[in-house]
T-cell receptor, first 114, second 114 residues
Framework: DGGITQSPKYLFRKEGQNVTLSCEQN?????MYWYRQDPGQGLRLIYY???????QKGDIAEGYSVSREKKESFPLTVTSAQKNPTAFYLC?????????????FGPGTRLTVT | AQSVTQPDIHITVSEGASLELRCNYS??????LFWYVQSPGQGLQLLLK??????LVQGIKGFEAEFKRSQSSFNLRKPSVHWSDAAEYFC????????????FGRGTSLIVHP
């Protein structure tokens, strides 16, 4: 079955440590996205990528980094510079960059930093 | 830039009752509109989308939405709610011009009473 996988589902880290969240898709989609979700805030875009080896900052990119070395993979690193990293992180993909392309979402990773 | 407002943070209905979730958007041109549903601790799933044609759109799980240009609205409806519909619902708008990345509303939490 095609879809998006995110691992792990729960992640715990100590403050000051970098942590990388995995996102893999086998939908052959060109575009991939990372969102952060906090209660009452909706989805906020962190980074997105339209093609391999290219990515763009979203609305809240500070303290995060990404790479897109393969079409199917778009890992997100939460760095120690992110002031409030505890959140639910969602990865998504879409066929391309057309305005009416729907997004397909992974199950999410809940990151807790103490 | 496009924006989307979901005026209701929480909606409570009884099982079997009808449902309407409100979504208002702000954009001058024809928008592309989406409704997604999120079960607790999960990713988002597309319910339906509108980008042209018939303004009444049918989706999965018995949901429908109507695009009303004069009111800048895209409200989601269901004639009879089931307990399994309890979830978070997000409206999103994408638009011609500028970034193709859709903008999400803050979500409406649906509570279903037996």
């Amino acid at each position: 079955d095609g879809g998006i996988t995110q691992s792990p589902k729960y992640l715990f880290r100590k403050e000051g440590q970098n942590v990388t969240l995995s996102c893999e898709q086998n939908l052959n989609h060109d575009a991939m996205y990372w969102y952060r979700q906090d209660p009452g805030q909706g989805l906020r875009l962190i980074y997105y990528s339209q093609i391999v080896n290219d990515f763009q900052k979203g609305d809240i990119a500070e303290g995060y980094s990404v790479s897109r070395e393969k079409k199917e993979s778009f890992p997100l690193t939460v760095t120690s510079a992110q002031k409030n990293p505890t959140a639910f992180y969602l990865c998504a993909s879409s066929l391309g960059d057309l305005r009416y392309d729907e997004q397909y979402f992974g199950p999410g990773t809940r990151l807790t930093v103490t | 830039a496009q924006s989307v407002t979901q005026p209701d943070i929480h909606i409570t209905v009884s099982e079997g009752a009808s449902l309407e979730l409100r979504c208002n958007y702000s954009y001058g041109a024809t928008p592309y509109l989406f409704w997604y549903v999120q079960s607790p601790g999960q990713g988002l799933q597309l319910l339906l989308k509108y980008f042209s044609g018939d303004t009444l759109v049918q989706g999965i799980k018995g949901f429908e939405a109507e695009f009303k240009r004069s009111q800048s609205s895209f409200n989601l409806r269901k004639p009879s709610v089931h307990w399994s519909d309890a979830a978070e619902y997000f409206c999103a708008v994408g638009a011609l011009g500028g970034s193709y990345i859709p903008t999400f509303g803050r979500g409406t939490s649906l509570i279903v009473h037996p």
